[in-house]
């Protein structure tokens, strides 16, 4: 159990594929059935914001039935059991399916789909109902608020904070990410460069970025996921 003191673990969409929430380029993902630049731009938001309030409200309500699955319980346990300070999880997730399975030390990178940003006073709130046009901000009253998510052309949350957790990093997991969005998906160079970290995926297939790891895990997150902590814990 003393062999890693500050684990980092970057998840991605597929880790809460199980758990019935869409993931986004797989065949039939999200990105197959609405285009990015409407639903994911700030362009989009401007050119049409009941299109974009309407996307983000349906995912706010799926996620509202939405559980945790064994993947997301084993990290709360990985996290619990290495105790305060050595686990450190950067989710490119919305939801909140981690803190549900009781993970404390979370940086959602992306946004959190159950919160709200203002684009007039800057106010974050937290949000349960859908969102419109004409929803005021609970700090201003101004009807600007959108969903707080970081969209295509944004920069991502918390970046400082995630490359100094790379950098004191001595084991690296990537956990259900295509390897193909950046800037997570140059987290594992980042965390090999300073010569620490051993680096490992669990994914359900290879992602484009398979050949950055020393070591690879596949299948389904539910199985692999727990069993990697398990080897952790008990290794």
């Known amino acids: 159990m003393a062999r ?3 684990v980092v673990i970057l998840t991605g969409a597929g880790i809460s594929a199980e758990s019935g929430l869409g993931t986004f380029r797989d065949e039939d993902g999200l990105w197959a059935k609405h285009r990015i630049e409407d639903v994911a731009t700030p362009e989009g938001f401007a050119r049409n914001p009941d299109l974009v309030q309407a996307f983000y409200n349906s995912r706010r309500r799926e996620l509202a039935t939405a559980k945790p699955n064994p993947a997301h ?6 996290e619990r059991d290495l105790g305060p300070g050595r686990v450190t999880l950067v989710t490119q997730n919305v939801d909140n399916l981690h803190e549900q399975a009781g993970s404390e030390a979370v940086l959602h990178m992306h946004g959190e789909l159950q919160k709200a940003r203002c684009t007039a006073c800057g106010r974050v709130h937290p949000w349960l109902d859908d969102l419109s046009g004409t929803t005021p901000c609970l700090a201003c009253g101004a009807a600007a608020l959108r969903p707080h998510v970081v969209w295509f052309g944004e920069m991502p949350l918390h970046m400082d904070d995630i490359e ?4 004191e990093a001595d084991l690296f ?4 990410t ?3 969005v950046y800037p997570a998906a140059g987290f594992v160079q ?13 994914n359900r297939d290879p992602s484009d970025g398979a050949g950055f790891f020393a070591d690879g895990r596949y299948g389904l997150a539910s199985q692999v996921v727990p069993a990697f902590v398990e080897e952790i814990l008990t290794g």
Do not use: C, D, K, Q
């Open 73 to 78: 319980l084993a990290l709360a346990r990985l």
């Open 173 to 176: 997991v990537s956990i259900g």
């Open 190 to 202: 980042i965390a090999r460069s300073h010569g620490r970290a051993a680096t490992v995926e669990l």
């Open 178 to 180: 295509s390897g193909a």
């Open 4 to 6: 890693y003191r500050n």
């Open 164 to 167: 100094r957790h790379l950098a």
